[in-house]
């Protein structure tokens, strides 16, 4: 290594509030990024819109107040959290066009990102859990799901997650970085800026997929465990009235969960197989953005108690007061039309 090229490190490490990286996002067209710029802030308003309807609605009514409403408002609120971790710097920057993100702000991105990503990764397992011990154990669903455990699951999911970001943030802001600092996302991904350092990231390597590899596999192997004991147990009900209703409970959280790992999967081949940056930031969208938008829906379109609670919600509306719910639908009149 040259004398020049460690100055250049050094001089960057010293400095890294003045440090810049470049997030290519999803295309260098200047007539796409427009559309873009629109089909985001849409996605966006509409992933912040539709889960912050299901947090009010949970916290507003009484009836909702159970485990599996308890965790569905978690994970709504991290889905707000996750999406605006990225999507409002992308945002801001077609707007300004202007890609650049700071080092400090692309570690905040990083640690956010993997703070949340973790944490829903958990929430999926304690709701699968928490529906487990609903059809299983019917009995004893009061004693098993109180509200300390599922507390106590959610505080430790959530130490779990912040400690593997803090790791993974640790470990990057002790690399070295030099020039041509381009990032092929919409936003600072660990494994991307892994590939601009100029310093060894073999340990970083190692930890990143180690750490990724349990904190997969154990809420993975716990929600298939649970899925397992719950479709075993369903298939012993003798009608077909009470098999639809056993898997009815269950049917929405699992296409989240469909869609979670789905579309995890889908970024994993991407990068293995392609080696095009627009192909990898767009499987990373399908990944960050479309899941998060997509859940609200999934949990209130097929969900009658979510539909009860949105309904004495948006009653409790002073805009609403003058407006009546007909035909059992979300469609509102107003009363004086």
């Known amino acids: 290594m040259s004398p020049h090229f460690h100055f250049i490190n050094t001089e960057l490490r010293n400095e890294t509030d003045t440090l810049k990286l470049f997030l290519l996002g999803l295309t260098e067209d200047p007539e796409l ?39 569905l408002s978690n994970l709504s609120f991290t889905d707000i959290c996750l999406s605006t971790t990225t999507i409002p710097k992308m945002l801001v920057n077609i707007q300004k066009q202007n890609q650049s993100i700071t080092y400090t702000g692309c570690l905040y991105q990083i640690f956010f990102d993997l703070v949340f990503v973790s944490f829903e990764n958990f929430l999926l397992a304690a709701m699968s859990y928490d529906r487990y011990v609903a059809i299983c154990h019917p009995l004893r669903y009061t004693v098993i799901m109180n509200p300390s455990f599922c507390g106590l699951l959610i505080l430790l999911s959530l130490f779990v997650s912040v400690v593997d970001s803090l790791i993974h943030s640790l470990m990057v802001f002790h690399l070295s970085f ?31 997929y180690f750490l990724a590899c349990i904190l997969t596999a154990v809420p993975l192997s716990g929600i298939i465990f649970s899925y397992t004991q719950l479709v075993s147990s369903v298939l012993k009900i003798p009608s077909a009235g009470g098999k639809y209703k056993a898997f009815s409970t269950c049917g929405s959280h699992l296409v989240v969960i469909l869609l979670f790992y789905g579309t995890a999967a889908g970024v994993y081949i991407s990068s293995v197989f392609t080696h095009s940056s627009t192909k990898t930031a767009a499987a990373s969208v399908m990944y960050t953005v479309v899941p998060q938008m997509l ?34 639908s979300l469609i509102v009149k107003n009363c004086h039309s």
């Open 178 to 208: 030099c020039t041509d600092l381009k990032i092929p996302q919409f936003f600072c991904e660990l494994a991307q800026v892994l590939k601009l350092a100029c310093s060894s990231t073999l340990i970083n390597n190692i930890l990143l």
């Open 33 to 71: 990024k427009p559309l873009i710029f629109n089909l985001f802030l849409i996605m966006y308003l509409v992933t912040v819109l539709g889960n912050l309807l299901i947090v009010l609605t949970v916290s507003s009514d009484s009836h909702l107040h159970t485990p599996m409403y308890f965790f």
């Open 295 to 328: 859940n609200p829906f999934i949990y209130s379109l097929r969900n009658r108690d979510i539909k009860m609670g949105l309904r004495k919600l948006i009653g409790k509306i002073p805009s609403f007061h003058y407006s009546v719910i007909c035909d059992n």
